[in-house]
């Protein structure tokens, strides 16, 4: 079993900067692939970025490419969404996600609480 929470999110305006911490406890999170889904209101929850198990390689939505940055630490069992040139459309709970494959795939194993992320124009 691995738990996953979230911190970091909150109120910033468009054009700002937040960045996300994901604190993985349990089973060490070395062993997981690990990423970001999110969810905004009234829409399907979507992938937005992951990190192989040894951070070897990272994949990202085609939406935050060039603006977000996956990146972990496995001795501190944590992993790190730093979000910048935030637009409004970015507003949405942020979702941890630990998969067990070698990469994140779209049913990870396990799930965060979620971080809220609001945008403001």
């Known amino acids: 079993q691995v738990q996953l929470v979230e911190s970091g999110g909150g109120l910033v305006q468009a054009g700002g900067s937040l960045r996300l911490s994901c604190a993985a406890s349990g089973r060490t999170a070395s062993l997981y692939a690990m990423g970001w889904f999110r969810q905004a209101p009234g829409k399907e929850r979507e992938f937005v970025a992951a990190?192989?198990?040894?951070?070897?390689?990272?994949d990202y939505a085609d939406s935050v490419k060039g603006r977000f940055t996956v990146s972990r630490l496995n001795m501190k069992n944590t992993v790190y969404l730093q979000m910048n040139t935030l637009k409004p459309e970015d507003t949405a709970v942020y979702y941890c996600v630990a998969d067990a494959a070698y990469q994140v795939t779209a049913t990870p194993n396990y799930w965060g609480q979620g971080t809220q992320v609001t945008v403001s124009s």
């Open positions: 990190i192989t198990r040894g951070g070897t390689s990272t």
